[in-house]
């Protein structure tokens, strides 16, 4: 109720890890100058059950950071990626990765994979007096080894905000920024219907289809009066294909696998 993470609690993940459920969730005493990444670990094999605090997730560089979800390569191990800030200035957030050696800690040091740099990171925000550019909310896509990383970019308060995509060369170390290719366009964003869709998760069906959940402005302009939306997502060989988002409403055509 007091102290440290007790504020502004922000898009919380859970996540599967061995014979536990972790709950990785930012969280700060009430000045977004603290945010950082706190873990909550479950106490016996039900997502359902008790949680304990297990503390900060001690990130290379103990900088500002938000967002963070989970990497696993198997063999090559665990990684954690998130938004946070280079220094101690809210100039920019990037995307950045770090080997885990717990599930509150990291060996070794940060990886930069992205930052905006596109005119469609950098929408809404950005230059004097306003907020920073923005890339935030990566979220791991998998298919037949492939490795996406699908993450949201622009103002998340603007009708710009939208998705990007990282891959991960096959194989490579995920450690090394030359293992990762970033798309030069957007793959999800707004219609003349559908505003600022953003911050996605994705979930498979019993059949096998893939679906991405998102939020989007519930009107232009609308910034964070949000609403959840979901549809099926199609591939092109092991790459995801979202098309546009659908306007609340519509009839989705679904794929038959």
Same mark, same amino acid.
């Not at 191990?77 to 946070?84: E, M, N, Q, V």
């Not at 930052?115 to 596109?118: A, H, K, L």
């Not at 037949?144 to 996406?148: D, F, L, S, T």
């Not at 060989?237 to 098309?243: K, L």
């Given at each position: 109720e007091? *102290?440290?993470f007790?504020?502004?609690l922000?898009?919380?993940?859970l996540?599967?890890?061995?014979?536990?459920w972790?709950v990785y969730? #930012?969280a700060?005493d009430?000045?977004n100058?603290?945010?950082r990444?706190?873990a909550?670990?479950s106490d016996d094999?039900?997502p359902?059950?008790?949680?304990?605090?297990?503390?900060k997730v001690?990130?290379?560089s103990? #900088?500002?950071? +938000?967002?963070m979800?989970?990497? =696993?390569?198997g063999?090559q191990?665990?990684?954690?990626?998130?938004? %946070?800030?280079e220094? &101690?200035?809210n100039v920019?957030?990037?995307? $950045?990765?770090?080997?885990?050696?717990g599930?509150?800690?990291c060996a070794g040091?940060r990886?930069?994979?992205s930052?905006?740099?596109?005119p469609?990171?950098t929408? %809404?925000?950005?230059g004097?007096?306003?907020l920073p550019t +923005?890339?935030?909310?990566?979220?791991v896509?998998?298919k037949?080894?492939?490795?996406?990383v699908i993450y949201?970019?622009?103002?998340?308060?603007?009708?710009?905000y939208c998705? *990007?995509r990282?891959t991960l060369t096959?194989g #490579?170390?995920p450690?090394?920024?030359a293992?990762w290719a970033k798309?030069?366009e957007?793959?999800?964003?707004?219609?003349?219907k559908?505003?600022g869709?953003?911050?996605?998760?994705?979930?498979? =069906?019993?059949?096998?289809?893939?679906? +991405?959940? $998102?939020?989007?402005a &519930?009107s232009k302009g609308? *910034?964070?009066? &949000?609403?959840?939306?979901?549809q099926p997502?199609s591939?092109n060989?092991?790459?995801?294909?979202?098309?546009?988002?659908v306007?609340p *409403?519509?009839?989705?055509e679904i794929?038959v696998?």
């Open positions: 007091s *102290g440290p007790a504020k502004e922000w898009a919380p993940e996540h599967r890890i061995g014979n536990q972790v969730v #930012a700060d009430g000045d100058f603290n945010h990444m706190i909550l670990v094999e039900l359902t059950g008790t949680f304990r605090f297990a503390g001690e990130l290379p103990d #900088a500002w950071a +938000i967002d979800t989970i990497l =696993d390569l063999p191990g665990r990684f954690a990626l998130w938004s %946070g800030w220094g &101690r200035q920019a957030q990037h995307i $950045y990765i770090a080997k885990m050696s599930l509150t800690t040091t990886v930069k994979l930052s905006p740099e596109f469609w990171e929408a %809404g925000s950005g004097k007096d306003k +923005i890339n935030e909310g990566p979220q896509l998998h037949n080894g492939q490795v996406h949201s970019a622009a103002g998340s308060w603007c009708d710009e998705l *990007g990282l096959k #490579a170390d450690m090394k920024l293992s798309h030069s957007p793959v999800f964003r707004k219609t003349d559908v505003f869709p953003g911050h996605c998760s994705f979930v498979d =069906d019993a059949k096998g289809q893939t679906w +991405i959940v $998102y939020h989007s &519930r609308a *910034g964070w009066d &949000r609403q959840v939306s979901l997502v591939w060989g092991n790459t995801p294909v979202f098309g546009t988002p306007a *409403g519509m009839p989705l794929p696998n």
